[in-house]
Every structure is written in structure tokens, then in C-alpha cells.
């Protein structure tokens, strides 16, 4: 049984920086991708970042040069580390896990496996 629990999401001040991890159970890291979705007020849910085993990564535009998605294979965690954040950055965050060959596929697939999801709040 696939179990994405995340952590970390806060309130922030702009310019400020935030790390969500995202701990997984059930998964297995060499056959699937690890990635984060968010979703701001009345927004439909957006691709962030994605990581694969091999450590390959692929960002949405918007995130590109602030944010950086890792992993630690080991721990079965992934890492989101979010600098120069804006008010924009205001979402729930939501981490997924999907087949490897899916990892730059920027939208919502059936087979995903979702987290809850942590709340991030940026103020201005």
C-alpha cells in the first residue's frame, strides 16, 4: 500500500525560503518517479518538479532557478527546497509518486499516488 506523508509547508515572508520533504512507504524509488504538485485558492492543481531515480529532474517554468526537488533514495524521502519565494507560491502542496516513464509529464495522471498534501503560505 502506497503512503506519501509530507512536511514542512509554513508561513513565510517573500524572499523567504521553505523545504517541504515528502516521506513514502510502499514505494519503490527505481521504478517510479517522485514529484510535487501544488494548488492555490480556486486554481486547478499544477506540476512543480519531478525527480526520478536516477536523479534526472524536469520543473515547471514558474519554479525553474528558485525551487530544487531531490531525494534521498535510502530514506525514501523527497525534498523540495523553495527559495525566493512569493505570495504566489501560496498553495497546498501535494507530493505524487508515478511511473518512472511519466517523470516530465506535467499534469494529473490516473495512476498517481497522492500525499495529503502541506499547506504553504507566503506573505508579502
Known amino acids: 500500500q502506497v503512503q506519501l506523508v509530507e512536511s514542512g509547508g509554513g508561513l513565510v515572508q517573500a524572499g523567504g525560503f521553505l523545504r517541504p520533504s515528502c516521506a513514502a512507504s510502499?514505494?519503490?524509488?527505481?521504478?517510479?518517479?517522485m514529484g510535487w504538485f501544488r494548488q492555490a485558492p480556486g486554481k486547478d492543481r499544477e506540476f512543480a518538479a519531478a525527480?526520478?531515480?536516477?536523479?534526472?529532474?524536469y520543473y515547471a517554468d514558474p519554479v525553474k532557478g528558485r525551487f530544487t526537488i531531490s531525494s534521498d533514495n535510502a530514506k525514501n524521502t523527497v525534498y523540495l527546497q523553495m527559495n525566493s519565494l512569493t505570495p504566489e507560491d501560496t498553495a497546498v502542496y501535494y507530493c505524487v509518486a508515478r511511473s518512472n516513464g511519466l517523470l516530465s509529464t506535467p499534469r494529473m495522471l490516473p495512476g498517481d499516488y497522492w500525499g495529503l498534501g502541506t499547506q504553504v503560505t507566503v506573505s508579502s
Open positions: 525527480i526520478n531515480w536516477n536523479g534526472d529532474t
Open positions: 510502499g514505494v519503490t524509488f527505481r521504478l517510479h518517479a
